[in-house]
């Protein structure tokens, strides 16, 4: 080949790779690189707690995006891991225990085993009865933290010091917090990735198309699958411990149905199956959620069509939009 030719496919190379889908990914990042510096530079402290929100609910719908999006996997009651993690922070705190390894280490640890119970008992149904017993699984650990009087019950409980981790991680510093949320986000997006396009990764998403053609060829899918969800669960534990810590406050509501619908609209938003999806979505939902709810009481008789407009016209989500892709 000649040195003309060589240059011209590396060219093209470059071309295929900076795809509209990559430069809005980057956009997105560099954005919210900036955020800490935006805050400091306009003194608006709002945006940096607005987007350290963005930032952990992304990580919780990217768990989602794994089962749901890679996987197949319509759960209803993931938001019951954001609970979960987020009570093992304020529980542990409550009775003395303000060491971050301890308590992030339960929360992903809780989470990763009330995903194993939920996961190889509702794993063996599919379509809507796998919907239900999601839904009636999180409706079931919602009600027993309804309970817990000791920790608040219906009322929640105050968390007064965040997770401990020595002064090198101050996590009562917000832009520390901040960085160390998007350093987790990152993170979780590689994770994903790797997870995705693995061999583990094709065989769930093998069974996602065709289990029985899966299971023919000799792949024990059930055991696939139900790692996968019980990866989700983890994650999603994760995202709850950061967010009990963001807020400085749980209650039976981090785990509430609706909260679950929350994680799946964002999903849906940003575009299934795809890495920054998740990511994309929550920001665009949360963004418009607080835009709407500055603008007018009646924000959810907007941002309610709005999604609904979206779900039908854009079948993609965002990322079909930049791509022109549908779900498949």
């Not at 939920?118 to 809507?128: F, H, K, M, P, Q």
């Not at 411990?241 to 149905?257: G, K, Q, R, V």
Request: proline share 2%; charged share 10%; glycine share 12%.
């Amino acid at each position: 080949m000649s040195p003309k030719s060589e240059a011209s496919v590396k060219t093209d190379r470059s071309l295929h790779v900076f795809t509209p889908r990559v430069a809005l990914n980057l956009a997105v990042l560099v954005a919210l690189a900036g955020v800490p510096a935006y805050a400091a530079f306009t003194g608006d402290d709002f945006a940096l707690t607005l987007f350290t929100r963005v930032v952990i609910l992304a990580i919780a719908a990217l768990s989602l995006n794994l089962i749901m999006g890679f996987g197949g996997m319509v759960s209803f009651g993931h938001a019951a891991y954001l609970g979960i993690g987020g009570y093992a922070v304020g529980i542990l705190a409550k009775e003395g225990i303000g060491s971050g390894f301890v308590q992030w280490s339960v929360a992903v640890g809780a989470a990763a085993f009330y995903a194993l119970v939920v996961g190889a008992l509702s794993l063996r149904t599919r379509g809507v009865y796998f919907i239900m017993i999601t839904l009636a699984f999180a409706q079931m650990i919602y009600y027993v933290a309804i309970g817990l009087d000791r920790y608040g019950g219906d009322d929640g409980l105050t968390i007064y010091h965040r997770s401990k981790f020595g002064a090198a991680l101050d996590l009562s510093n917000r832009t520390v917090f901040y960085y160390l949320c998007f350093a987790l986000l990152l993170l979780s997006i590689y994770l994903v990735w790797r997870i995705v396009n693995s061999r583990f990764g094709m065989v769930v998403q093998g069974a996602r198309s065709n289990e029985r053609r899966m299971r023919a060829i000799g792949f024990p899918t059930f055991r696939y699958r139900l790692v996968c969800f019980v990866i989700a669960g983890a994650m999603c534990g994760l995202a709850g411990a950061l967010l009990a810590n963001h807020t400085d406050f749980i209650s039976p509501a981090m785990m509430h149905w609706t909260r679950s619908g929350d994680l799946i609209v964002m999903v849906v938003l940003g575009g299934m199956q795809a890495m920054f999806g998740p990511l994309i979505g929550a920001m665009t939902f949360l963004i418009l959620e607080e835009g709407l709810s500055r603008l007018t009481e009646y924000s959810n008789l907007i941002l309610g069509p709005f999604l609904l407009v979206v779900a039908i016209s854009m079948q993609g989500g965002i990322d079909g939009l930049i791509v022109g892709r549908r779900y498949g």
